[in-house]
């Protein structure tokens, strides 16, 4: 979506000189990028939509040199915009252009600090990537549920802030759900430690809270201390052609009895979008490639998983997959369907999955809601929204594609054929309006799982209610009183 918000007022005070060399004493030369073409990378968002400025970006490798850098910032009144991988969807790591002040990437921070298999959990440092966290799980025979397109690059602090989603949530819940423990530098430097992997722990307010899903905007996330399930060991990833989103809702509240509550991923797509990502996609095909199969306007990705291996010469998941889709599609909830006959072949089909994000860049014009109802009522929120975004737009194209377990769908339309960008934008704040006014009436959420960032600074005021808006407001005014931890993402603070 192009950046159509009002830029909020930040502080502007400039890294001088002397603050550059005491930042320098801090981290280090390693640990200061001062050239443009250093720089642009890190104040660029992932799909090239965004840009804005920094002084420095400095890369911390310790607690202590955050918590320095930090406080030094807050003594002067310099903004600091944390970055992980910067592959968030809203611009949260992305500095406004009016920025002055630094950028902090915990990218340096990368260690793992323990695994505790026995009480299955693992401490890390914030700028650890996912899939290297997902792989050291696995091989301590554990399961980091949190799977998602950018597990390349983002990073843990990162998932944390944005209380990521992913894949899985629908079993496992989302990021928030397997966090024990936090170390946070708060905006004026000092260290908040609950590093404890306690399960249970009821000392007053639960902080960590506050900065799981925050964006950075309270302090930043230096160490977690996560918890981890049982390692799969019996997996079926079924790829379904169904005739309608009813039909997916249908679908999913069969799969939770038949499969003895083992569904771990429940993801609808619609034809036009997979289109995208055959076409714009390397290494992706089509599982079900016949004529019929590609004429179906819905397909589900499902997994289901247990811990308990296969036992030998009896029933496992996929035997049990394949007598229920059986099942549904005598009942016509199913047209066809495949069910994975290798890990490869289940890794073709997640990779179909995770294409969207890739293939949306590349292709034209488009518009995504990251839209979250109750999932009983999604069926009718598609069919109401197209409704909405054709009265804007008549010859908008419908592309959905999403966690429909979760409720949450990437709500997308591809522009009419032929239209250019430009002309498309300008029915965007129209379009818009009228589909978060439904995802409202629907009792929705406007951000489901990217968060607010920049890009929905002024639909999260809009659509929130004073009350809400002030007691969001008095937390920031709290911890972060001269407004420099990134500054002008999720509420503004000066107008
Ligand atoms: C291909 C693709 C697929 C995606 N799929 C999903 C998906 O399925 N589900 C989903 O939820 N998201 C998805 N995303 C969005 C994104 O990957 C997630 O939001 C991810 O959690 C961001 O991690 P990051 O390390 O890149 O964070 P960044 O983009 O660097 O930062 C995100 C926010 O967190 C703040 N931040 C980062 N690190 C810290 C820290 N240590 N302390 C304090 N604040 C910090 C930043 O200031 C910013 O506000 C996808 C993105 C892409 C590109």
């Keep these: 979506m192009d950046n159509q918000v009002v830029p909020p007022t930040i502080p502007t005070n400039p890294v001088t000189p002397e603050i550059l060399a005491k930042l320098r004493a801090i981290v280090g030369d390693r640990g200061l990028l001062e050239q443009d073409q250093d720089i642009k ?54 500095p406004w252009p009016a920025h002055t002040g630094i950028l902090l990437s915990l990218g340096r921070m990368n260690r793992v600090i323990e695994v505790d298999a026995k009480s299955s959990t693992m401490t890390v440092e914030a700028g650890c990537v996912l899939q290297t966290l ?35 949530v629908l079993h496992y819940g989302n990021t928030r759900s397997f966090v024990l423990g936090l170390e946070v530098v708060l905006p004026n430097g000092d260290v908040w430690n609950r590093l404890r992997g306690l399960k249970k722990d009821n000392t007053g307010y639960d902080l960590k809270h506050l900065f799981i899903g925050g964006e950075g905007t309270l302090g930043v996330i230096t160490k977690a201390v996560i918890k981890v399930w049982p390692k799969p060991k019996d997996v079926a990833t079924g790829w379904l052609a169904i005739p309608s989103v009813q039909a997916a809702v249908d679908l999913l509240n069969e799969s939770h009895a038949a499969s003895g509550d083992t569904v771990t991923s429940f993801e609808l797509m619609h034809r036009l979008s997979l289109d995208g990502v055959f076409k714009h996609v390397p290494g992706t095909q089509d599982p079900l490639p016949h004529t019929a199969s590609r004429e179906s306007p819905w397909y589900v990705l499902t997994e289901w998983s247990s811990a308990r291996p296969k036992p030998d010469g009896g029933e496992g998941m996929a035997d049990r997959m394949e007598a229920f889709l059986a099942d549904m599609m005598e009942q016509g909830l199913v047209e066809d369907a495949v069910i994975a ?53 008549p010859g908008i194209r419908l592309s959905p594609v999403g966690h429909i377990g979760d409720g949450n769908l990437h709500y997308g339309f591809k522009a009419p054929e032929g239209m250019t960008k ?39 005021a809009y659509y929130s209610s004073p009350v809400e808006m002030a007691a969001m407001r008095a937390i920031k005014q709290a911890l972060d009183p001269k407004n420099i931890m990134n500054p002008g993402k999720i509420i503004r603070m000066m107008g």
């Excluded at 490798?61 to 809203?90: F, H, R, W």
């Design 134 to 168: 997902q792989q050291l799980a696995a091989d301590n025979d554990r399961l980091l549920p949190l799977s998602l397109g950018a597990q390349g690059s983002c990073m843990i602090g990162g998932n944390l802030s944005t209380n990521a989603g992913g894949a899985q």
């Design 41 to 94: 990378p890190f104040v660029t968002d992932w799909r090239g939509q965004l840009s804005g400025n920094a002084a420095v970006v400095v890369r911390p490798g310790s607690t202590e040199e955050v918590s320095q850098v930090v406080k030094l910032c807050y003594d002067n009144d310099i903004a600091i915009v944390p970055q992980g991988g910067n592959t968030g969807l809203m611009g949260g790591a992305t």
């Design 422 to 460: 430009e002309q498309f934008a300008q029915y965007k704040p129209a379009i818009t309006r009228a589909i978060n006014d439904l995802i409202r009436d629907f009792g929705g959420s406007i951000s489901a799982e990217h968060g607010i960032g920049q890009e929905k600074l002024d639909e999260l």
């Design 341 to 393: 006959q290798s890990e490869a072949q289940s890794r073709g089909m997640w990779h179909i999955r995770e294409g969207h994000a890739e293939a949306s860049r590349s292709e034209g014009p488009a518009l995504s809601y990251d839209m979250s109802v109750a999932t009983s009522k999604i069926p009718e929120f598609v069919t109401r929204g197209d409704e909405a975004a054709r009265a804007v737009l």
